[in-house]
């Protein structure tokens, strides 16, 4: 019986040596940070929309422009839609009545872009002023886990009023979507810079 318990006590003693040897190894552990699947970014490259709204513009070709369905849809209302990223951009448009309409219209727009205050780390304005077309607006980007990241209208400041609002079909995180949301937002640049009404 003694010789069980002493063959035990050096079983034990060789482990707990064990144990000591190996946690003073200088082993520099670190877990792997958190990652996101690499994404494969299509060649920039556009193409005209010109259908029968008042206004025309350049959109990326690997976007889909889509009917806007939905139950309060109006006329000249579609969807971009980036399959690729599962995000849409949204855009509707409406005829300017007079000057109170425009400035409701206005208000709206900025009030949609700051309803994401709560969880938007930062909101940028940028005025949008392209003359030569008469097309004015302001652009807001949204950073933080919102909704939306992109928001902005354009008008003539007389007849026309268009407005877009970039979603993604996913729970907001925007660490994981911050480089698609920068590839997108080249593209809205784009179809700024191009857009042109028709009257």
Same mark, same amino acid.
């Given at each position: 019986?003694?010789?069980?318990?002493?063959?035990?006590?050096?079983?034990?003693?060789?482990?707990?040596?064990?144990?000591?040897?190996?946690?003073?190894?200088?082993?520099?552990?670190?877990?792997?940070?958190?990652?996101?699947?690499?994404?494969?970014?299509?060649?920039?490259?556009?193409?005209?929309?010109?259908?029968?709204?008042?206004?025309?513009?350049?959109?990326?070709?690997?976007?889909?422009?889509?009917?806007?369905?939905?139950?309060?849809?109006?006329?000249?209302?579609?969807?971009?839609?980036?399959?690729?990223?599962?995000?849409?951009?949204?855009?509707?448009?409406?005829?300017?009545?007079?000057?109170?309409?425009?400035?409701?219209?206005?208000? &709206?727009?900025?009030?949609?872009?700051?309803?994401?205050?709560?969880?938007?780390?930062?909101?940028?304005?940028?005025?949008?002023?392209?003359?030569?077309?008469?097309?004015?607006?302001?652009?807001?980007?949204?950073?933080?886990?919102?909704?939306?990241?992109?928001?902005?209208?354009?008008? &003539?400041?007389?007849?026309?009023?268009?407005?877009?609002?970039?979603?993604?079909?996913?729970?907001?995180?925007?660490?994981?979507?911050?480089?698609?949301?920068?590839?997108?937002?080249?593209?809205? &640049?784009?179809?700024?810079?191009?857009?042109?009404?028709?009257?």
């Amino acid at each position: 019986m003694n010789k069980l318990l002493k063959i035990r006590d050096l079983i034990f003693a060789s482990v707990v040596i064990l144990l000591f040897i190996s946690s003073c190894q200088n082993n520099d552990y670190s877990p792997k940070p958190r990652a996101y699947f690499r994404i494969a970014y299509p060649e920039k490259k556009y193409q005209l929309f010109n259908s029968t709204a008042p206004y025309t513009f350049d959109y990326p070709v690997y976007a889909t422009m889509e009917n806007d369905i939905s139950k309060n849809t109006e006329k000249y209302w579609y969807n971009l839609h980036f399959k690729q990223f599962n995000g849409f951009l949204h855009l509707t448009y409406y005829d300017v009545a007079n000057k109170p309409a425009y400035d409701e219209m206005v208000e &709206d727009a900025r009030k949609l872009a700051f309803k994401h205050t709560i969880k938007a780390r930062a909101i940028d304005q940028k005025i949008i002023n392209y003359p030569e077309h008469k097309v004015y607006g302001v652009y807001y980007a949204i950073e933080g886990n919102t909704a939306s990241s992109v928001q902005f209208f354009l008008t &003539d400041s007389a007849k026309h009023y268009f407005r877009g609002a970039l979603y993604f079909n996913e729970r907001p995180q925007y660490d994981s979507i911050e480089p698609v949301v920068k590839f997108i937002k080249k593209d809205i &640049d784009k179809m700024i810079s191009t857009f042109k009404w028709k009257d």
